[in-house]
Nanobody, 125 residues
Framework: VPLVESGGTLTRTGESLELSCTASDDAPTNNAMGWFRQAPGKEREFVAS????????YYGDSVKGRFAISRDKAKNTLLLRMNNLSPEDTGRYFC???????????????????WGQGTQVTVSS
């Protein structure tokens, strides 16, 4: 499995959580990566993305100022730090990678070639 997410759990309003996405040796390289989420009955929503160098980052409007995306290329890991969580943040969080050589960050799901299976985040009120 090229991308494996972890860190999802049940937590409470106002708490913080960090998600990880580990890319296997089979995963694309020299590429941008991102996080999306999907709540029950809703469409997949863009959360954050980061370019290959880590110098360009985008956030969805609903998470700006609360979430932070980062990557550790030496460890093939993508992180999502989530602060001040609310029940509206509940959903399944997916890690996504663009194809090799696609270094620019983007906000559209169709731009990402590889997806993880997701990790569930549930925030209680």
């Amino acid at each position: 499995v090229p991308l494996v997410e972890s860190g999802g759990t049940l937590t409470r309003t106002g708490e913080s959580l960090e998600l990880s996405c580990t890319a296997s040796d089979d995963a694309p390289t020299n590429n941008a990566m991102g996080w999306f989420r999907q709540a029950p009955g809703k469409e997949r929503e863009f959360v954050a993305s980061i370019n290959w160098k880590g110098s360009n980052i985008y956030y969805g409007d609903s998470v700006k100022g609360r979430f932070a995306i980062s990557r550790d290329k030496a460890k093939n890991t993508l992180l999502l730090r989530m602060n001040n969580l609310s029940p509206e943040d509940t959903g399944r969080y997916f890690c996504a990678a663009r194809s090799s050589g696609s270094v620019a960050a983007t906000t559209t799901a169709v731009s990402f070639a590889i997806w993880g299976q997701g990790t569930q985040v549930t925030v209680s009120s």
